[in-house]
């Protein structure tokens, strides 16, 4: 019996060492997604849009990100771009996160107030998005990791600003009540310039080598709206594209093969931009910003590489749930209000805000009464990775780096899904554009708590 026993715990020790030295092997590709000229954005391509691609494997787990040069894709696409990972290379879709840039010179796969995506184009960015994990894994490859953390914090800014105590603000949709408005203008006599809410300065990233220590894929993640400033028209990947040539140039990366991958996603940036509301910025050429910030960024990214230690043996871990989150509908009174204030007019006949927001709310009737939300959590080593399938404020991503059981870790917003802008319950109570229910605000203002608490309670299964 005793020698059963040690027997067992030999078995046991053997397995939980084979864990233990979990030898990583990864892979990268990217695809060209750009879509034709008129879908969205008429003109120029200015850079083409790009599905980025990285799977980690370490023999008992295997982990893809992809993240897609586009403004906002909604769950059903990358629910179909998942089925098509799993069909041909076994990845199960709680393994697969799938994310968009929000980059608004990229168009988008998923509607928003008046506009409407291109049919033929969502049909078709799917099979793009699954070819991309595919690449990936065909280059899969003996590789050691690490990861780092920087701060960029001039060029984040809250985009909410508080209106002076005792002054009555009117919004866009002709209502009096928001505490805060967008910094979408210079400022105004209603407004005080405090910000109503913290920016979250960190640049995050893992870093993959080659066994020989050769570059093979960075991916990193700044909770940075978009920058904008292109020329008339044009499309762009924003400085996400610029972010991922340039710190392939500083790796010195060029003439690889399998080429070098670099990835930018987009954290917890619902509620903040690049606009300093207190400054009078420059007139700035098409592009200067974007190139502006990507250099900045970049930098940082590069000066913290350079004093990495990369490990070959490293565990991958999953976990993920379904939650039920309710949405916000209308009442009848005021579905009834909407519908006299439309007047049968079609979207194309509607311009003024009031006007879209009431389109909005006839939309919102015939959702259903809950959504459910892919919520995922990775774990590489000892790094956390976190996905959120909307806009997230900082304030929300920062409250889970801050409480997770698993450091250090980072936020990935837009993620496996878009349900709109989700705003914390305090948010909410000052109004302005973001919590404006529509589709771009849909779900019950308790939704962060929920999404926080079931996202602590993933982390702790990793722990």
Known sequence: MKFLLRFLCFVAASQFALAARAELRAGAATVNVTPALGIEINGHVHDELRARALVLDDGATRLAFVVVDNCLIDRAVFDAAKALVFQHARIPSNHVAMSSTHAHSAGSVTGAHLSEPDAEYRAWLPRRLADSVRLAVNNLTPARIAWGRGSVPQHVFCRRVTVKPGVTYTNLLGLTGDRVKMNWSSPEPAVDGDFAGPTDPEVSFFSVQHADGRPLALFANYSLHYVGGVGPGHLSADYYGVFCQRISELLGTEKQDPPFVAIMSNGTSGDINNNDFHAKLPARKPYEQINRVAEDVAQEVFRVAKNLEYRGEVPLKVASTELKVDYRKPSPDEVARARDLMKDRDRSQLHTWPEIYAREQIILVEYPEAASLPLQVFRIGELAIAQWPGEI??????????RSPVQPLFNIGLCNGWYGYI????????????????????????????MTQASLELLEKLK
Not at 393 to 402: C, E, H, I, N, P
Not at 423 to 449: K, M
């Open 423 to 450: 705003p914390p319950p305090e948010q909410h109570a000052l109004g302005s554009y973001e919590t404006w229910r529509g589709r771009t605000s849909p779900l019950e203002t308790n939704a962060i708590p929920k």
């Open 393 to 402: 404020f900082a304030v929300s991503g920062l409250d889970l780096k801050k």
